[in-house]
């Protein structure tokens, strides 16, 4: 076979990682409209709120990203 093992968890992890992380922002993003739309006058606070959180979801992406590629360089 011409795929080895790490490259399979190489692919799989950032994969996982990436459905994780989509489903992780979609997640913030509903709950802060929700939260926006129940209470208007908190709107900026809520705001600042998900784009960090969102923020922190894509960094742990990116070290997945860089763990993955780790994995398929350094075999």
Known sequence: MGIDLT???AG???GLVGVGA???VSMIGQK???SMSR???MADQ???SAILFI???EAIALYALVV???LILLK
């Open 12 to 14: 799989l992890s950032i």
């Open 22 to 24: 989509s489903v992780g």
């Open 39 to 41: 209470q208007p006058e």
């Open 46 to 48: 809520l705001r600042t």
């Open 7 to 9: 490259t399979l968890a």
């Open 32 to 34: 802060a409209i929700e």
């Open 68 to 70: 993955s590629l780790l």
């Open 55 to 57: 923020a922190f979801i």
